[in-house]
């Protein structure tokens, strides 16, 4: 169990964030325990092929990059650097992950067992260059795993960033983190972690708590406490946690039911499909793969019969299903 006492600055300074790098480490754990993440088989089909033939297989001699994240217990922190802003970045991550101070790398690196020491040897003695190679691994790791389902995931991650936020607004802390995961629970506090391999009692240095929702976590939670010194001391906590929505993630998604198609028209049918929460006209034209010109027209549709609404969340203006639609949908088996 970890357990991080809070102060009433850590609570006041709870934020969101998507992270590029989090989902690589997760998802490399899907790869080497599919198994144990049922839900993502799919995707793992997909992207293990291209993966093994460019030496990304677990544990292998030649990527540091799986020996960094092994198959269970600890990850080192540096692979995960608080991301800076709400939008996800990769480009930002890395250049925050090659910056790591040598000092930090080395005491992550002791984390991780004897073998997998010895193969990261260079990583230790020469931190700077090694972080350089790391950083290119990651790249190349990202483009055949994870950037051609991109669109897709961030549509998905955006939209429990919106849902979050408004239970955070309506409940407050406590009712939004007693609602992340069956492992994580606020009490008296304390944010307790249920994690298999790590126990340990921490206080807040007054930074917050950094929560990123992710696909690849799923079915677990993954978490960095930064309670280490120097900078590491004042970094964030961060607790990663699975998204909802993933159990249809990778779906071919044939745009609901053929009763509902034939009534509404595929593309109509396929955004209602869709909305199950709250997205904007961008990224409803990301999921169907059309213009955000000929999205907005099916929109008015759907608008002019009682179908979708549209409310503006700070700056961006997201449709919703009406409970008309949501009872046509529950009709027609979608």
Not at 247 to 268: D, F, H, I, K, P
Not at 280 to 288: G, I, V, Y
Not at 306 to 326: I, K, Q
Request: charged share 20%; net charge neutral.
């Amino acid at each position: 169990m970890l357990s991080i006492g809070f102060s009433v600055h850590d609570m006041a300074r709870i934020r969101f964030a998507l992270s590029c790098l989090w989902e690589v480490v997760a998802s490399l754990r899907v790869l080497a325990d599919p198994a144990g993440h049922a839900v993502h088989l799919p995707w793992v089909a997909r992207v293990r092929p291209a993966l093994a033939a460019a030496g990304f297989r677990p544990g292998s001699p030649d990527r540091w990059l799986t020996r960094l994240v092994p198959p269970v217990g600890r990850i080192p922190d540096f692979l995960n650097p608080p991301p800076a802003t709400l939008t996800a970045d990769l480009a930002a991550e890395l250049a925050a992950l090659r910056a790591t101070p040598a000092e930090v790398v080395r005491g992550d690196l002791a984390v991780l067992d004897a073998a997998d020491r010895r193969a990261l040897r260079d990583l230790y003695d020469d931190p700077a260059t090694g972080l350089d190679r790391l950083a290119d691994e990651v790249e190349e790791y990202w483009r055949l795993a994870v950037a051609p389902y991109w669109p897709r995931i961030r549509t998905l991650l955006e939209a429990e960033v919106f849902q979050r936020a408004r239970r955070l607004t309506e409940d407050g802390a406590e009712g939004l983190l007693n609602d992340l995961h069956q492992r994580v629970r606020w009490e008296d506090d304390t944010l307790s972690i249920t994690h298999r391999f790590c126990s340990a009692d921490t206080t807040g240095h007054g930074t917050g708590l950094l929560l990123i929702p992710s696909v690849f976590v799923w079915p677990s939670v993954l978490s960095v406490t930064c309670g280490g010194s120097g900078d590491r001391a004042v970094a964030q906590p961060q607790l990663a946690y699975p998204a909802r929505g993933i159990a249809t993630l990778w779906e071919s998604g044939g745009g609901g039911s053929a009763a509902l198609t034939a009534v509404l028209g595929r593309t109509r049918a396929a955004l209602l499909a869709a909305l199950e929460s709250p997205l904007s006209t961008t990224e409803l034209a990301r999921h169907a793969g059309l213009s955000p010109g000929g999205i907005s027209q099916q929109l008015g549709m759907l608008r002019a019969a009682g179908l979708v609404t549209t409310h503006r969340a700070g700056h961006a203006v997201l449709n919703t299903r009406t409970p008309v639609a949501e009872a046509l949908l529950s009709a027609a088996g979608s």
